[in-house]
Nanobody, 123 residues
Framework: QVKLVESGGGLVQAGGSLRLSCAAS????????MGWFRQAPGKEREFVTT????????YYADSVKGRFTISRDNAKNTVYLQMNSLKPEDTAVYYC????????????????WGQGTQVTVSS
């Protein structure tokens, strides 16, 4: 089992940047591929990005490609989401998730989820 805790959310103006962090408990972090999802009010939780266990493979939703970067530091048991050129439509609760499978975009493949951190982008 793994416990995930996100941090770094907040209020930012359009065009600004934020860096989210997801800290994992335990000593098995490197056994999991990780992902970020987001959920806006009234919307389904949607895929944002995922990263393989080693960090060698990543995938991004088209809506964030070129603006967001996922990375991980297995020595620190932490995954990051660097968000640049933020847009109002990026406003959502952002969730970190872990899967024992290879990096995947499928929400149901992720077994563990953080509590979420709010990101609000003003126009």
């Amino acid at each position: 089992q793994v416990k995930l805790v996100e941090s770094g959310g907040g209020l930012v103006q359009a065009g600004g940047s934020l860096r989210l962090s997801c800290a994992a408990s335990g000593r098995t972090f490197s056994m999991y591929a990780m992902g970020w999802f987001r959920q806006a009010p009234g919307k389904e939780r949607e895929f944002v990005t995922t990263i393989s266990r080693s960090g060698g493979s990543t995938y991004y939703a088209d809506s964030v490609k070129g603006r967001f970067t996922i990375s991980r530091d297995n020595a620190k048991n932490t995954v990051y989401l660097q968000m640049n050129s933020l847009k109002p439509e990026d406003t959502a609760v952002y969730y970190c998730a872990a899967t024992p499978l290879r990096a995947t975009t499928r929400r149901n493949d992720f077994d563990y989820w953080g509590q979420g951190t709010q990101v609000t982008v003003s126009s």
